[in-house]
């Protein structure tokens, strides 16, 4: 039995291009007492945008996270939800901070199951690793993930799209041979993001893959920097070209004492190796003003964009470059906090 304030929900409203009015609604419930409500807020926010794009009302259910959660049910599931059209990819901008434009764009996988309704990737990508289904997984987001940014590229917008690539691919030569013909096949822009405790697995391989794919032109960002084992031996060896320092030390950036001395030198140490350093989990512009003055190379989190579908992600950059033209050939990201947190 749901309690009302369990349920959070959102009603937007999609425009078709008659004059009449739709009205869709998203949301996102949870049962049970002990739950995270910043998550059921994020989860009914997704739910909402993804009501917009499809025009149906959209109900998220965030309780098969805990104790509701049936893995062997997702298990089994996972890999026919990959070959008949269940999962989508949804984007998140990375802005560089000097040029102050969008430099390139991350693509986050999300499960639309039929019943549950929309499923996190935190919910099923350990699923995914366990049951073996990652490999069929992430052989269809970077189909998909070439496939938008040809469309991205048809709109004028010419910028790497970067996917979260598993520890236990990247030690995989097969999914690394894969991947490697798709991406000169199609010509397209990607990147790969990776964690350095995905490579501590088995680092000969997975250091030799990593080179062959940077080789290719294929761009290597290093994630979520300071979040689990991070080892300076690796970082010197990896042909990584960009720093991501997770989002638990930009989150608290401006409320603790310590987390800006650890952001600061990590920045000078990226830089001491050649490396851009991008900041994840900017959610306030004091956060993106200290940043900026840390000499942070570029930003993202929802304060510049929260994860949306292709569609409304290629309405964002219509407008962001449509707000350059307005300022006249001086694009600045200093807007209201207004503006910010319509996205
Ligand atoms: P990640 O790579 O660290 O991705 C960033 C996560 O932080 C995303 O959650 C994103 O929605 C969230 N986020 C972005 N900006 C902010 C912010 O300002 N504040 C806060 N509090 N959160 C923010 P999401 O989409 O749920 O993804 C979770 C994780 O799932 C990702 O973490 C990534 O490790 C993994 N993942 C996502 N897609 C894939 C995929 O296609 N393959 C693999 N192997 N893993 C994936
Ligand atoms: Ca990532
Ligand atoms: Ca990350």
């Known amino acids: 039995m749901k309690r009302v304030r369990d349920v959070i929900g959102e009603i ?91 430099a390139s764009v991350e693509a986050l996988v999300r499960w639309q199951h039929p019943e549950r309704g929309l499923i996190l990737p935190g919910d099923f990508i350990a699923i995914a690793e ?43 030569r097969a999914f690394i041979d894969e991947a490697c013909r798709l991406i000169i096949g199609s010509g397209a822009k990607i990147g790969f993001e990776i964690t350095e405790t995905a490579v501590i697995r088995e680092p000969e391989k997975a ?26 031996a690796y970082l010197k060896k990896l042909p990584a070209g960009e720093l991501k320092i997770d989002k638990g030390f930009v989150l608290q950036l401006t409320s603790s004492n310590r987390d800006p001395l650890i952001v600061r030198s990590t920045i000078d140490l990226a830089h001491a190796l050649d490396m851009e350093v991008t900041a994840e989990g900017v959610e306030t512009p004091a956060a993106l003003a200290l940043l900026s003055v840390m000499g942070c190379d570029m930003v993202q989190g929802y304060l ?13 950059l219509a407008e962001e470059r449509h707000l350059g033209a307005v300022a006249n050939g001086r694009p600045t990201f200093h807007r209201p906090e207004a503006f910010w947190k319509r996205a």
């Open 12 to 102: 937007g409203f999609a425009m078709p291009t008659a004059p009449t009015l739709e009205i869709v609604i998203g949301g996102a419930a949870v049962s049970g007492i002990d739950h995270d409500e910043v998550r059921l807020v994020e989860a009914a926010e997704a739910a909402l945008e993804l009501a917009r794009a499809e025009r149906r009302d959209i109900l998220s259910n965030v309780s098969v996270d805990g104790g509701g959660i049936d893995v062997l049910m997702l298990m089994r599931e996972l890999p026919s939800a990959i070959l008949s059209g269940q999962m989508t990819l949804h984007y998140q901008p990375k802005v560089h901070i000097r040029r102050q434009e969008v």
């Open 130 to 172: 366990r049951s073996g289904a990652i490999d069929a997984l992430t052989r269809w987001t970077l189909r998909q993930a070439i496939a938008d940014q040809r469309i991205l590229a048809s709109d004028g917008h010419i910028m790497t799209v970067f996917l979260n690539i598993s520890g236990m691919l990247l030690a995989d």
């Open 207 to 232: 250091i030799a893959h990593l080179e062959m794919l940077s080789r290719l032109g294929v761009p290597i960002a290093i994630d979520d920097y300071g979040a689990g084992l991070s080892s300076l």
């Open 304 to 316: 510049l964009g929260k994860p949306t579908s292709l569609d409304v992600f290629r309405n964002y």
